[in-house]
């Protein structure tokens, strides 16, 4: 009897080490998380990203969370949020809420223009152009879906859309008459209202170019002047701006126009900043990342401002 105790025991024991043994090398073979806050309109080419990197870095897991850029901010400035990378549609995102708090550079990566997207379905759809767009869709019956400003920045260069078409077309009061709409439907991000569009509970939707491509959208393409996509313009979009949610509650904040750039950077709460400066390398080289976000109808930029020419780290391979 003492012997089979004895042997049970050691039984016991041994399973016990094996148990052990395995999950230590589980552990040492699991794929630490890369958690990624981004865009909205970033959703899919980061998606065909993080596929591509887990393949040539099986060692790695990016976990993406997708939300308007400035909620995405906000995760990190107002719940603490534990954040490896984040990717903004819009530099001055990091540049007003995060700079120098939660982090002390940015990376110019993409740019991308404003266009309206728009249905077989949808009211007029036979109709519209880049010249009559305004007066379409002040039309009765006709609704139109645009992200929330104080979320989004698709929602406030939506604004600023109508600001400059005011301008551009010499219309005074245009801009106030188009953002006063009652026919507008408001989401926090742009992304939130394809299903809308698709199901025909609106006409027209204000949305990145990148966008409606992925999604197969017919859409209108307007003037450079209007659309936030070219740099030289950089003066004329500054004519305008918005006043948005600011970094404390009760807080305003303005923002004026500016040609569309998206950055990322790695927060100073970053919990897997080594993972995180792998993916950054993965999504700007151009064989790799340039050319899925080219698929997915966005224009790669390699931009650093000279301020954080010292801070950012080196994603030289």
Known sequence: ???????????????????????????????PDITIFHAGSLSVPFKELADSFKIEHPGFNPKM????????????????????LIAVADYLVIENLLIPDHTDWQ?????????????????????????????LIQEEGVFIG?????????GYRTIFMFKLAEKFYHMPGLAEKLTGLDNSVIRPKEVDLLSLLHSGNIDYLFIYKSVAIQHQLRFVELPDELN?????????YGQVSVKVRGKKPGDLTEIKGSSILYSFSIPENAENPEGALEFIRFVTDPE????????????????LDPRYQELAPDFTP
């Open 1 to 31: 009897m003492t012997i089979t105790k004895t042997i049970l025991k050691l039984t016991s024991l041994l399973i016990l080490l094996i148990m052990l043994a395995c999950k230590n090398t589980s552990s040492e073979h699991s794929s």
């Open 65 to 84: 969370e997708s939300s308007g850029s400035v909620d995405a901010a906000r995760k990190i400035t107002d719940l603490d949020k534990n954040c490896d």
């Open 107 to 135: 990376y110019g990566f993409a740019s991308n223009e404003m266009v309206i997207a728009y249905s077989d379905g949808s009211k007029n759809a036979a109709k519209i152009t880049a010249d009559n767009w305004y007066q």
């Open 146 to 154: 645009r992200s929330d400003p104080n979320a989004d920045p698709c």
């Open 228 to 236: 936030l996509s070219d740099p030289k313009l950089e003066e004329w």
């Open 288 to 303: 790799k990342g340039g050319k899925i976000f080219q698929k997915n109808g966005m224009k790669t930029i390699q931009f």
